[in-house]
T-cell receptor, first 118, second 109 residues
C-alpha cells in the first residue's frame, strides 16, 4: 500500500534555483495539502487543494506555487529558492476534508522532503 | 481567529503516565485532532474529539472540553516507543487543518 508518496526525499538547492516537489496519492482522495515544518514552528500550511483543478492559499503561501492537474498528484513549486525556504516539507491527503463537510476525516501524510537552500 | 497552544517538552520514565495539554481559540469548532510524530517521520493520526468527554483507545486517551477550549492527551504505561512529538490540530472551518507546535515527550528507562 503506497498511500502518499513524496519525491524527492532530500534536495539541496542554491539560492535562486527552482524546483518542483511531487506528491502522489493512490487512495482517490479529494483533498491534498502541502505543509512545511520548522523547529519551534510546528506544521504550517502552505497551499491546499479541495479537488482536481483547484488550489487555495494556506498560512504561508508566499514564494510557492502549486498545481493539481490530476486528482492523484499535487505539485509544489519553488520558482526562486531562498534560504528561508530550508525546511521539511510534508504532503498530506484526506478523503473529504477536515472542515464542516466531514469533521472526522484524518490526514494521511507522506514521508517528507528535506530541502536545504544554500 | 484560531490559536493553538501547547507546552514544548517533557520527560517521563517507562511505565509512567503523562498528560499533554492543548488549548485553542476558535470562532467555530469542528473537532480536535491529536497526531503522533516520531523524529524524522511523518505525523500519524491518534485520535479525534468533537464532543465533550474522554475517548479511550488502549493506552492513549483524549479529553475535550469545548466550553474551556481545552483538550488533553493521556499516555498510560509509557513505553520507550512513545518518545515522540504529540501535535494537537484543529480545523478552522474551511477544509484544512491547523496544527499546534507540538509537545516533545522523552521516555527514559
Amino acid at each position: 500500500n503506497a498511500g502518499v508518496t513524496q519525491t524527492p526525499k532530500f534536495r539541496v538547492l542554491k539560492t535562486g534555483q527552482s524546483m518542483t516537489l511531487l506528491c502522489a496519492q493512490d487512495m482517490n482522495h479529494e483533498y491534498m495539502y502541502w505543509y512545511r515544518q520548522d523547529p519551534g514552528m510546528g506544521l504550517r500550511l502552505i497551499h491546499y487543494s479541495v479537488g482536481e483543478g483547484t488550489t487555495a492559499k494556506g498560512e504561508v503561501p508566499d514564494g510557492y506555487n502549486v498545481s493539481r492537474l490530476k486528482k492523484q498528484n499535487f505539485l509544489l513549486g519553488l520558482e526562486s529558492a531562498a534560504p528561508s525556504q530550508t525546511s521539511v516539507y510534508f504532503c498530506a491527503s484526506s478523503s473529504s476534508g477536515t472542515g464542516a463537510f466531514a469533521t472526522n476525516e484524518k490526514l494521511f501524510f507522506g514521508s517528507g522532503t528535506q530541502l536545504s537552500v544554500l | 481567529g484560531q490559536n493553538i497552544d501547547q507546552p514544548t517538552e517533557m520527560t517521563a520514565t517507562e511505565g509512567a503516565i503523562v498528560q499533554i495539554n492543548c488549548t485553542y481559540q476558535t470562532s467555530g469548532f469542528n473537532g480536535l485532532f491529536w497526531y503522533q510524530q516520531h523524529a524524522g517521520e511523518a505525523p500519524t493520526f491518534l485520535s479525534y474529539n468533537v464532543l465533550d468527554g474522554l475517548e479511550e483507545k488502549g493506552r492513549f486517551s483524549s479529553f475535550l472540553s469545548r466550553s474551556k477550549g481545552y483538550s488533553y492527551l493521556l499516555l498510560k504505561e509509557l513505553q520507550m516507543k512513545d518518545s515522540a512529538s504529540y501535535l494537537c490540530a484543529e480545523p478552522p472551518g474551511n477544509n484544512r487543518l491547523a496544527f499546534g507546535k507540538g509537545n516533545q515527550v522523552v521516555v527514559i528507562p
